[in-house]
């Protein structure tokens, strides 16, 4: 029988209305006791925004011996109620897009009413405190607020199908729903496959769901919001349905890659210039390793780096102390100092500065005959860093080009600011700490 499933005695119309009415009776219950559950994960992050709000602000304050501490008190009052007001707003919008603007815009209006309710009640405030003591609170509450978004914690079911038992290996601790008469206790997640799912036979039971507040997600999006890639087998370029506010986005962000290019100019240049004459100096010769690379829609561009390998030896994969590898570039390597030229690519429309890290044309081609979806990357510009680079690392064959084409196709899913802020601190923590991919 289709679902795999033995069917049950059906139940009557009044059996089912009374079954409803009882689960309708306890979903306020539950909706209450799963937000006050929620809003405990922003705990700690209230509690170490107000310290160091109150810290900073505490050193402007008594700095100039003000001795009113009765007004201090008071602000720091306001401060923590404030704060503890943005986590509650916040755990409201769960599942809102850009968790981290929303939580800065957020943090900024409930402050800005703060401080106006401080002001119309004529406490003596520091207010250089209060401005210099917000941005560390408010990074802590967006960084929270990220985390918040990805965390999906509760007790999990799988509604049955032909391949559940594999769905239900990639989530360790779910349960298996084989009828669609089972009860929902404690179940905060019920994963679905939309195809087979959404049929008469799991009607009563996905109705229960809705008015449980038990939250229904196709078993693909739950993955994907656990471990930020998709999974490639079941991708369809369908898949990819921009908001607005994506496509907002998407028209914005080469204006960003060209001003970040500009602005930071004074920089990389005399960087450049260095790390060009000590090549020059170490083995004379050209400084610049070209080849050319698959872009956009499959043009071939001109990709450029600073060569850190000996005249000959340059290109394939490299290793842990290559001979071909010059000293001291491997350092260069290691910072990324090697990927400045690429800032010309951005400035030429040829790259950006975050999306899927363009591969030479023989690999590509290579990647798309074992791996068909390979071709999706290049729905955006190529990246000088990107999402797949920083969770994935090198890839040297289909298998790890697979893996990293799924963290691709995420980015290209659901391309926002958010995603490229996480990916250049990311980039910035692997290249100052060493840790995470390369």
Known sequence: ????????????????????????????????????????????????????????????????????????????????????????????????????ISAIVINTIVFSFAVSFLSAARIQVSYLGLVLSYPVAMAIMAAANARFHRQLGGKVAILNFDQADIVQA??????LIRDPDATLDEIDYV???PDEHHSMYWSPLLTKCYLGNVEILPW????EIQHRRVDVGSFEISNVAYTPGQFAYARLKRFVDVAA?????????????LVALYIFAVDRGPVLFVQHRRGFAGRPFRMYKFRTMYRGQEGGATSDKDKRIMPGCAFIRRVRLDELPQLYNILVGDMSLI?????????AQWYEREIPEYVHRLLVLPGVTGWAQVNSGYTSNPDEARI??????????????????????KTVRTVLLGTGAR
């Open 1 to 100: 029988m289709k679902h795999g499933a033995k069917k049950s005695k059906p139940t009557t119309s009044q059996e089912f209305a009374e079954s409803l009415s009882q689960v309708a009776e306890q979903g306020g219950n539950s909706r209450r006791y799963k937000y006050f559950r929620d809003m405990r994960t922003f705990l700690v992050p209230v509690l170490l925004s107000a310290a160091i709000q109150i810290s900073t602000y505490s050193f402007f304050f008594f700095r100039s011996s003000r001795s009113d501490t009765g007004n201090f008190l008071t602000v720091a009052f306001v401060m923590t109620f404030a704060i503890g007001i943005t986590a509650t707003i916040l755990t409201a919008f769960r599942h809102r897009e850009s968790p981290i």
């Open 170 to 175: 990639l989530f360790p601790g779910a349960v």
């Open 191 to 193: 994963l679905i496959d």
């Open 220 to 223: 693909t999006r739950f993955s």
């Open 261 to 273: 290019v500009v602005v930071t100019l004074p920089i990389t240049l005399p960087l450049g210039a």
């Open 355 to 363: 999306g899927p890290r363009p591969e030479s044309i023989e690999l």
């Open 404 to 425: 990293k084409l799924a963290y691709d196709l995420y980015y290209i899913k659901n391309i926002s600011i958010d995603l490229d802020m996480i990916t250049i601190f």
